[in-house]
């Protein structure tokens, strides 16, 4: 891994406010009676080197995104953190980024805020449950959802 540069920092903001997202997630984890929710920041291109040189700084995965549409058929790339990892990462770019620093803002929150449960089969309480639906809520609100 290459040990990102203030220069690299600020390529990651922008990168993040044109062309990213910072979102929470929703996934049912096999065996547990609740919802899981974690934060995701993800970046889209349709160069898979700008995707590959955010992955050699800051760790990550790469997938593909979709199918090849438009005029161009190019192939679009994903590239995405999610948990700690994510919420590390905002931490550090959060004062660079312009368009999306509520949402960086938020996602810390929820991170700060959130209980973690050990228990494999164990449900997330009523009230835990809640907050996180909060966060959830505010976070699709923040990004324009529209429900």
Not at 27 to 56: A, M, P
Not at 79 to 107: C, D, F, M, N, Y
């Amino acid at each position: 891994m290459v040990y990102p540069s203030q220069n690299d920092w600020a390529y990651f903001a922008g990168l993040i406010d044109g062309e990213g997202s910072i979102s929470m997630q929703r996934s049912r984890v096999s065996g547990r009676k609740s919802t899981e929710h974690f934060i995701k920041v993800q970046v889209y291109n349709t160069c898979r080197h700008v995707l590959d040189w955010l992955k050699e700084r800051w760790g990550g995965s790469i997938r593909r995104d979709g199918t090849p549409t438009g005029i161009s058929r190019r192939q679009c790339y994903a590239w995405s953190v999610t948990g700690p990892t994510a919420a590390h990462l905002l931490e550090q770019v959060r004062p660079l980024l312009q368009i999306k620093h509520r949402q960086a803002w938020l996602a810390l929150e929820f991170m700060q805020q959130r209980t973690v449960f050990a228990g494999k089969h164990q449900g997330v309480p009523a009230n835990e449950q809640a907050l996180r639906e909060g966060f959830a809520h505010a976070m699709a609100y923040l990004n324009g959802a529209t429900t």
